[in-house]
């Protein structure tokens, strides 16, 4: 089936999520939603039930709260803070019927409520669909563990999660949901749904000029502890540069923990004269490829990710990648466009920084060429967006058992 194919009668899909656009500061779990509505729009048809609010709980301007909107590819319903109800929630999805039902959080409350309405027999006859997000790694779990494991052993017993499709984005995520519910109906292995194309007109020659004397690297992420950031942050104090060179780290994106980030400053209150940390701020999603291509190396030390949006957006600005191995983006250096490093060895960072700050121009423009291929070529391979329409059609067919 063509990217441009239509049907005569398409399948309706109720994606219930925390944000959804013009909101861009909530992560890669956002981005999955518009790519995916973007990319198989003209397929099935979809209506968006999501938060009038950013990740920063600043409500979206020039918007429409509590009714149906047309927003590109599909009808998004914003609910208010007071709408954020169990018999709202009720409403809404009777009055849609959809033929099926995609939640994207694990924990996120319209998850529960809608989750709770299946269980209690208040919902049309659909399957649903849960992708967790990468909300089950060991990482994200051992974030405010006890308090998610005393929900998680309630919703085990209650049999909350039981009987769901979970899109998983790796074997390693799959194994994560068995570890966590026994009784389900399907666990498909899906990529995250990427855009079609990414800064098309890049050009390789463009990219800032790598010397010696200034190395550029960016974090663009959430600023939160599960980034693992101030661990890099005291990683780079170990980090010896000559005196002619320069070590820059900017730092892109949302602060979620202020608490987190005072310790940050704290941190680069401590480094060398010749190490430069700061702060940018957040940068909109239309912003983040162009950000990305003005500097080197793209920094993700995680806790972990179950597919992470802004590596294969890193690769496509020609950005070689330095992060842990806790995602799915591995055999970074053998593929000559990065690294992917265990966080229970430091020094091994430390050898890395220490090569990236050394390579010359030359080698450094093969390895952001490489990156870059990496990104098109992977951009391109059709079964990326296969995978997720095999999950949506399985989901909205009644026939499949």
Known sequence: MSENSSVEIKKKILIVCNYYLPGFKSGGSLRTIVNMVERLGDEFEFKIITLDH?????????????????????????????????????????????????????????????????????????????????????????????????????????????????????????????????????????????????????????????????????????????????????????????????????IFGPIEDAGYWRESQELIKELPANIKVTYKGSVSHNQVLSTLFNYHYFVLPTLGENFGHVFIEALAAGCPVITSNRTPWLSLDEKQIGWDLPLEKPQLWVEVLDKCINTDQAEYKQTSSNARSFATNWLLNSEVKEATRKVLEYSTNKNFN
């Open 54 to 250: 950013d990740g920063d709980k600043i409500r979206h301007q020039n918007i429409e709260v509590n009714k149906w909107c047309q927003a590109k590819n599909a009808q998004v319903f914003y609910l208010s803070q007071d709408a954020i109800k169990l018999l709202n929630l009720r409403k809404l999805i009777n009055d849609t019927q959809p033929d099926a039902i995609y939640l994207n959080s694990v924990f996120a409350t319209l998850t529960i409520f809608v989750l709770i309405l299946k269980k209690i027999g208040q919902l049309p006859e659909c399957k649903i669909v849960l992708a967790p997000e990468g909300e089950l790694s060991v990482g994200a779990l051992g974030l405010k563990a006890e308090k998610k494991k005393v929900f998680l052993k309630a919703a085990k017993i209650t049999g909350l999660y039981d009987k769901l499709i979970w899109k998983t984005t790796s074997e390693l995520e799959k194994k994560e949901v068995k570890l966590f519910i026994s009784k389900f109906e399907k666990i498909f292995i899906a990529s995250n749904m990427p855009a079609g194309i990414l800064l098309e007109n890049y050009r390789q020659n463009e990219k800032p000029p790598k010397t010696d004397e200034n190395t550029r690297l960016i974090f663009l992420s959430r600023h939160m502890p599960k980034k693992n950031l101030n661990w890099f942050i005291k990683l780079l104090s170990i980090v010896e540069l000559k005196a002619e060179q320069c070590l820059i780290l900017d």
